[in-house]
């Protein structure tokens, strides 16, 4: 749904430029020649296409949309203006290319050893910013967005699964002292690149709806808190997830 008032649709062929209201257009009651041509607040639509665009260290969304009642087309709008801002939306997969490599996008890594190649799903993240989550974390992570919905609680990601390459960065600039750049472990050795880890913004701990959601219900999909430092860190990991749950705990420690 369109949850912004100033929806404005955006040129095709320069994503960048606004679309108005010429002389030959039907304009609707209360706009004129020359206004921004928008689409109205709390509008249902289709997104039929999708267009990541690089803006500075980060990207931008735009998506082509379609009345939902009567499939009107509205043309090319930035995500922003959606209920949600595009948040938890799944725009592509990947899948690991024949005979690749340690190193290559979809390369899995435990405890510095190479473990498997994984199939990839691109997510934004709270941030906006696009995050990889595993094929086979995917199902699970969506039901429990799903089920914490129907409670209330909404929740994202903004940190999911990390190539060796980009696991590197982290780490290199980490070591320099770099600003902006926190503890990193080794690449190779980060939960991150095993397909297992995600960080998910819980605003704190105890005490706040989305941590105490999460500690009530994510061992029911698989998930655990892992990292006894960080409120955020959460794993899937059924098996263990199974044994915390049945210890009434969502920790692997307790």
């Not at 665009?53 to 499939?71: I, L």
């Not at 995600?198 to 709806?209: A, E, N, Q, R, Y």
């Amino acid at each position: 749904m369109v949850s912004a008032s100033d929806a404005r649709v955006r040129s095709a062929s320069d994503i960048w430029s606004f679309l108005v209201y010429t002389a030959t257009d039907d304009i609707p009651l209360g706009s004129k020649v020359g206004d921004y041509i928008l689409i109205p607040k709390k509008t249902n639509v289709v997104v039929r296409n999708v267009r990541i665009v690089p803006a500075g260290a980060k990207h931008r969304f735009f998506a082509e949309v379609e009345n939902a009642e009567d499939g009107r087309r509205f043309g090319w709008t930035s995500t922003n203006n959606f209920s949600g801002k595009f948040r938890n939306v799944t725009l592509s997969k990947t899948d690991p290319v024949p005979g690749a490599g340690r190193y290559a996008e979809t390369a899995a890594w435990r405890n510095g050893i190479y473990i498997d190649q994984v199939t990839l799903i691109n997510i934004v993240d709270y941030h906006l910013e696009l995050e990889k989550i595993t094929l086979n974390m995917a199902g699970p992570y969506f039901a429990m967005v799903g089920a914490a919905a129907a409670d209330g609680v909404k929740i994202f990601i903004n940190s999911g699964f990390r190539t060796y390459a980009a696991q590197k960065y982290l780490y290199d600039n980490w070591k320099k002292g770099v600003s902006g750049f926190n503890l990193a472990a080794k690449p190779g050795y980060s939960n991150h690149q095993d397909g297992t880890a995600l960080d998910i913004p819980v605003s704190g701990g105890p005490g706040l709806p989305v941590y105490d959601w999460l500690a009530s219900h994510a061992t029911s999909f698989g998930f655990v808190r892992t990292v006894k430092s960080e409120y955020w860190h959460w794993e899937y990991r059924p098996i263990d997830a199974a044994k915390a749950k049945a210890r009434k705990k969502h920790t692997l420690w307790d």
